[in-house]
């Protein structure tokens, strides 16, 4: 069974950064697309960044120059390099994968992320 874990959240002061990462059991990090998203209380859950297999990136406008994605296929893990954070980053962030071929979805737990002002 194919367990995502995210770890690296916590408390940050604004203009601080974090890094996120998403572990993933079984063999399908590599042959996945990688999503990190997010949701703020009272808020809807937002994409905040993409990796595809072949590692072509995209960001939201409201993280751009500030978050990076990476990936890891060796380590089947995935990265959210998080800088200069502001408090409207603060929400719960979450990994997805997507298999490209078959597109089965896997979801994270989730971990907080916390800019305090």
């Known amino acids: 069974q194919v367990q995502l874990v995210e770890s690296g959240g916590g408390l940050v002061q604004a203009g601080g950064s974090l890094r996120l990462s998403c572990a993933a059991s079984?063999?399908?990090?590599?042959?996945?697309?990688m999503y990190w998203f997010r949701q703020a209380p009272g808020k809807q859950r937002e994409l905040v960044a993409t990796?595809?297999?072949?590692?072509?990136?995209n960001y939201a406008d409201s993280v751009k120059g500030r978050f990076t994605i990476s990936r890891d296929n060796g380590k089947n893990t995935g990265y959210l390099q998080m800088n200069s954070l502001k408090p409207e980053d603060t929400a719960v962030y979450s990994c997805?994968?997507?298999?490209?071929?078959?597109?089965?979805?896997?979801w994270g737990q989730g971990t907080q992320v916390t800019v305090s002002s």
């Open positions: 079984g063999n399908i990090f590599s042959i996945s697309t």
């Open positions: 990796i595809t297999t072949s590692g072509s990136t």
């Open positions: 997805r994968l997507i298999i490209d071929e078959t597109n089965q979805r896997y």
